[in-house]
Structure formats: C-alpha cells, structure tokens
C-alpha cells in the first residue's frame, strides 16, 4: 500500500496551492482520509480529514475556511485545497488513511503514511 502526495510548492501568502494523494495498492472503500502536517522541532498536527464515501469532514481550527478537503473514490485519491495561505502554513504537508469510515484528528489513528510534500509560504 502506497500514498503519493504531491502538489507542494513556493507560493506568496494570499496564494493557493493544491495537494494531490493517489493511493495505490489496494482500493480504499471504507477508509477515512486525512491530511497532517510538520515543521522542524515540532510534533505532526492534523489539518483535515474525510469519512468514507466522503460525506463528512473536519479541519483544524486554524485553517477552517480557507483550505478544503476532497476525495475521488473511483481514482483512489484524496486532495486538499488550500487559498488563503498565510507563512504559518508551511510545513510538510503528508496524507494518511485509516481502515475506518469516520475521520479522525489524532496522527496515531492513521495507518498508512505518504512521504510528505513541501508548502513554502512566503510573507
């Protein structure tokens, strides 16, 4: 089972950028997904997160309203869109998936891992 972020960049704050997950390996019916994200010295936060089929969804608090998550089930993959951007956004952003229908918020929840993509906001 693999996931792929991608999508990262450098982009000035007001700016949107918008990050991809393909997983593959298996289909992921039934799986939650989430996006979190790490900056150096500090612990992995959650930043939103999806239910199976898609229904429901929950952001962190600091980026309700200008980041949106989705998912496409029939190509396996899970985006997060982000407007808005402010220079406390950049981190290495990695997306996770958790073998059960409702998002949750914890890191230790998720089971899966993608490798991480950079987002660089610049003031």
């Known amino acids: 089972v693999q996931l792929q972020a991608c999508g990262g960049g450098l982009v000035q704050a007001g700016g949107s950028l918008r990050l991809s997950c393909a997983a593959s390996?298996?289909?992921?019916?039934?799986?939650?997904m989430g996006w979190f994200r790490q900056t150096p010295g500090k612990e992995r936060e959650f930043v939103a997160a999806?239910?199976?089929?898609?229904?429901?969804?929950a952001y962190a608090r600091s980026v309700k309203g200008r980041f949106t998550i989705s998912r496409d089930n029939a190509k396996n993959t899970v985006d997060l869109q982000m407007n808005s951007l402010k220079p406390e956004d950049t981190a290495v952003y990695y997306c996770?998936?958790?073998?059960?229908?409702?998002?949750?918020?914890?890191?230790?929840?998720?089971?899966?891992w993608g490798q991480g993509t950079q987002v660089t906001v610049s003031s």
């Open positions: 996770a998936a958790r073998p059960y229908n409702w998002p949750r918020t914890g890191s230790h929840e998720y089971d899966y």
């Open positions: 999806i239910s199976w089929p898609g229904v429901s969804t």
């Open positions: 390996g298996r289909t992921f019916n039934n799986w939650a």
